[in-house]
Nanobody, 121 residues
Framework: QVQLVESGGGLVQAGGSLRLSCAAS????????MGWYRQPPGKQRELVAV???????TYADSVKGRFTISRDHAKNTVHLQMNSLIPEDTAVYYC???????????????WGQGTQVTVSS
């Protein structure tokens, strides 16, 4: 199994910054993508940003130019630098990875427990 542990959430004023981190551990053979999703209050979970093993990134339109995703392959970690935060960024942020635990095993999605980000106006 693969475990994901997030850190770095909290309360910040509009215009401020936060940095989220996520560390993957467990029986990891290979990781493909790592990314962040969020679930605002009363809404569905949505993609924030994802980064592939080759370093390609994808961002939601709502965070382009404000958020930056990065990855440390050696440590199996992913980070999300969030700048110019707005109240609409308030959500539970979930770390995600697409990984496999054996050389010929199947690829699976794994999720962290989530970390709360609250942006006050």
């Amino acid at each position: 199994q693969v475990q994901l542990v997030e850190s770095g959430g909290g309360l910040v004023q509009a215009g401020g910054s936060l940095r989220l981190s996520c560390a993957a551990s467990g029986s990891i053979f290979s990781i493909n993508t790592m990314g962040w999703y969020r679930q605002p209050p009363g809404k569905q979970r949505e993609l924030v940003a994802v980064i592939t093993s080759g370093g390609s990134t994808t961002y939601a339109d709502s965070v382009k130019g404000r958020f930056t995703i990065s990855r440390d392959h050696a440590k199996n970690t992913v980070h999300l630098q969030m700048n110019s935060l707005i109240p609409e960024d308030t959500a539970v942020y979930y770390c995600n990875t697409y990984a496999r635990t054996r050389a010929l095993g199947s690829w699976s999605n794994y999720w962290g427990q989530g970390t709360q980000v609250t942006v006050s106006s």
